[in-house]
């Protein structure tokens, strides 16, 4: 027998028919949403902390490798086995074990889908914030995982603001947890954060206790379009100086509205322009102050302002936003959008700065992008579409990823926001980060000594 | 993106449109619609695993039997295709990939079985009973009509009941039938076969009725009959009745003091918009409460595309799911498509609700 037969045999005895190895199961998670591509030599669901914590012990004895996955929706193949070894599939842990309204938390599974979480919250009046255009399939493991946020971070956070405690398996199968319930703490190194965005480089989450907000009273939205992205960009500044603080920026240039607009004709936006679609939530009275003092504010530069409170009318905005960055197929079928160079974050003063660096690097490459993006907080999703049977289009596009980056590094934002660096972004790791890159390293290797857990991310062998 | 690879793909696999089948973006947004991959739980049972299986198949990769539990367990349902932002049509992609595997001699037993049968019997009962057996003597048939019925597998012979009720309203208003019927060819095409001798045995038979419009009673034979015949009219059951449902109140039909649920077969609603027809008739007869997932976001049966014969097992979870959308204080379960009634009733664990094709409740309505 094979040392990769003796392997699956006794993964079999940990977790039953639920190990596979045959070429068809594998490829299938041999990708996420990005270009990254690596074939593992395991797929296992692991059903318990138990379970998870024998799989590992295995790892670690034979040092094969091991990638935790989610949904598999990432952006950056965080979750994809560039150097093979064991996926574990942690879809199966989705179990939501406590609900605490009088401490404000919860307690969840990886697993658990955040759409399902807020669902179950929902009766409480309360939710979960951080909410990734993937809500409907992404899981609350991955979320963490990739320090994961979405349109309502502006106000809320992201899922760092929410993590309490972290139950995880460390690389030799010994469990511990990173924090209590406890709404804070202030006892040495904050090992929770530490887990956050650390991309299953560092150990299993096997269970979260996540803090929790109350739903908002009222929301509404006050939609403006502008001349011009790099004038909209200009407005978020204008917006947080007159200390409005909106519970969701969203910016949606021309392209991208067009989009929208042929996803659903009926969708409620301006046409005229670059939009960026402001939220505002709280109680009936400030939420309607909020909405004057915005329109008031932005009146000087705007194109056109919409104000809706309508709740099927928001919420058939917001699912069409959450939908935008694969949708431009439907506008040009021969166009496909690619996730690459999608997800820079900047100091908010410099939106105007990066936007038009976005259209220099596309122009120059004859490429058209869709910018939008929780600008509220610096992020600029750059959308970029190619015809994928031309291998030119292939070289260009990537071009532009690249200086793209670059670009974000130069003046002093990051090469992601919020999607994570996995493997596509690597590369840019060390330039961004500068010295702190040798401490993640160290960390790393103090964590993980063998560099079993998904290798080939961060930077990181 | 290996161009070389492809030209393998263009090869074998020539009715996968190549672009589609590069389009999908591997985003996972179908892991929240796809009704297999609920049930399966693996990502070779969900459209996107589907895809990445497809496209190593495209580019040249080994063949393995393990692929079939994968490519054959789609229902085709279309849920994905709806739902995809990057605007794929996977049930496409994965019966051209059917199709190339069927041509190159891979196909499994069950496959196999269907396409001998069709073949031999002219239907997937294996029977070899007249076609038109369920007619009785007192109906006098139309030797000529603009009208045809097109019966169906399901109800010419598993469901003979349906098919005389649907015939008697039908015939009513000057519909005829077909001289001798065969399969449409759907369960055929679905699995990755060609129905060309179906095909054109029911074109032939067109031609000699002297039809224009055909009043189909089964999801799967409209979509296929649609596709196959564009010179035709091709109407649903409902179609038809919901526009003679004048007609149908002047015969006597009247309200029943009950409420159901509609259940949207995936051929007649999501892949050709009929939804409001049934709708229509339903109204006309008694209350409707909506089942949670509807229209457009219909959940599927479990029973299309082969999987019903293929996965058995699997099928009947599907539907078990599906009751789950059932609202409550219904006393029927409504649907319009044969398939779609037989895995609901296989599947249904409560006595006091039934599932009827909805010609049974026009038939207890006229009454």
Not at chain 2, 114 to 139: A, H, P
Request: charged content about 25%.
């Amino acid at each position: 027998m094979g040392k990769m037969d003796k392997i699956f045999n006794e993964l079999e005895q940990i977790v039953g028919n639920r190990v596979r190895m045959n070429a068809s199961d594998l490829c299938c998670y041999s990708a996420d949403a990005s270009q990254i591509r690596g074939m593992p030599d395991f797929v296992l669901f692991p059903i318990s902390v138990e379970e998870v914590s024998e799989i590992m012990k295995i790892a670690n004895k034979y040092n094969i490798n091991v990638t935790a996955r989610g949904a598999g929706t990432g952006l950056a193949g965080g979750a994809v086995p560039v150097k093979g070894g064991i996926v574990l599939d942690m879809t199966k842990m989705d179990k939501i074990l406590k609900i605490d309204i009088e401490n404000l938390l919860v307690v969840v599974e990886p697993g658990v889908v955040q759409v399902d979480l807020n669902e179950a919250l929902k009766p409480y009046g309360f939710f979960f914030p951080p909410d990734p255009g993937s809500f409907a399939t992404c899981t609350v493991g991955g979320q963490i995982a990739n320090n994961a946020s979405g349109m309502r971070c502006v106000k809320y956070g992201t899922v760092k603001n929410y993590v309490l405690n972290l139950e995880v398996i460390m690389a030799d199968g010994t469990l511990m947890n990173t924090g209590s319930e406890c709404q804070k703490t202030s006892s040495g190194y904050d090992l929770s954060r530490l887990f956050v965005g650390s991309e299953g480089t560092l150990g299993i989450i096997t269970k979260a206790t996540l803090k929790i907000m109350p739903i908002p009273e009222c929301r509404k939205l006050v939609m403006v379009s502008f001349p011009s992205s790099e004038i909209a960009g200009k407005s978020v500044s204008t917006v947080f100086s007159a200390g409005v603080m909106p519970s969701a920026c969203e910016i949606l240039d021309k392209t991208s509205v067009d989009v929208l607009l042929k996803l659903d004709p009926n969708v409620i936006l301006p046409k005229d322009g670059d939009v960026i679609i402001f939220e505002v939530d709280g109680s009936k009275e400030a939420v309607d102050s909020a909405a004057d003092k915005l329109k008031e504010t932005l009146t000087p530069f705007a194109s056109s302002i919409l104000v809706t409170d309508d709740p099927d009318e928001m919420k058939k905005i917001w699912a069409a936003r959450s939908l935008v960055g694969a949708a431009v197929s439907k506008l040009d079928p021969t166009k496909t959008r690619i996730y690459v160079g999608e997800d820079l974050g900047v100091p908010i003063k410099k939106l105007p700065e990066m936007i038009k660096k976005v259209y220099e690097v596309t122009d120059k490459e004859g490429l058209l992008p869709m910018i939008y993006g929780h600008i509220g907080d610096g992020t600029i999703h750059v959308g970029q579409f190619i015809d994928v049977l031309d291998q030119n289009d292939w070289d260009k596009l990537n071009r532009a990823a690249d200086a793209l980056h670059l670009a974000a590094i130069e003046i002093g934002g990051t090469v992601s926001s919020e999607h994570g660096i996995g493997a596509a972004r690597g590369k840019y790791l060390k330039t961004q980060c500068g010295n702190s890159f040798n401490a993640m390293k160290s960390i790393k290797n103090a964590l993980d000594p063998k560099g079993i857990l998904n290798p080939g991310k961060l930077g990181f062998d | 993106m290996n161009f070389d690879k492809m030209k393998y793909g263009q090869k074998y696999f020539p009715d996968v449109d190549v672009r589609d089948l590069y389009r999908c973006v591997s985003c996972g947004n179908c892991r929240s619609v796809c009704p297999v991959f609920e049930v399966g739980g693996w990502e070779s049972t969900n459209t996107r695993g589907r895809i990445l299986i497809a496209r190593n198949l495209y580019e040249g990769a080994e063949f393995e039997e393990e692929i079939f539990d994968s490519i054959n367990t789609c229902t085709t349902c279309g849920i994905c295709a709806k739902t995809c932002p990057a605007g794929a049509n996977p049930p496409a992609l994965v019966e051209g990939i059917r199709k190339g595997l069927v041509d190159m001699g891979k196909m499994t037993e069950t496959q196999k079985r269907i396409s001998e049968t069709v073949d031999e019997f002219g239907n997937t009962l294996k029977s070899e009973e007249k076609r038109n057996s369920w007619l009785t003597s007192d109906i006098q048939v139309p030797k000529k009509a603009d009208v045809v019925y097109f019966v169906g597998c399901l109800d010419s012979y598993r469901y003979k009941e349906t098919a005389l009720k649907t015939y008697k309203i039908l015939n009513k208003l000057g519909v005829g039938l077909l001289e001798d019927e065969t399969c449409c060819g759907s369960p055929l095409l679905r699995i990755g076969f060609s129905a060309e001798k179906q095909t054109d045995h029911n074109r032939k038979q067109f031609i000699r009725s002297g039809t224009k419009t055909v009043v189909v009673g089964c999801a799967g034979c409209y979509n296929t009959l649609k596709s196959n015949f564009p010179e035709l009219e091709i109407l649903s059951v409902s179609d038809f009745l919901s526009k003679n449902i004048e007609k149908l109140k002047s015969a006597g039909l009247k309200k029943l003091d009950i409420t159901v649920s509609f259940h949207d077969p995936c051929h007649y609603g999501r892949d050709n918009s009929i939804f409001e027809s049934p709708r229509k008739i339903i109204l006309e007869i008694c209350t409707l409460k909506e089942m949670k997932n509807t229209k457009e976001k219909s959940k599927c049966c479990g029973g299309g595309g082969g999987v019903r014969t293929g996965y058995n097992d699997l099928s009947i979870e599907i539907a078990k799911r599906r009751w789950e959308d059932l609202p409550k204080g219904v006393n029927a379960l409504v649907t319009t498509c044969p398939l779609c009634v037989r895995n609901m009733r296989d599947s249904n664990s409560n006595p006091e609700i039934q599932v009827l094709d909805i010609i049974d409740l026009i038939e207890s309505a006229l009454e």
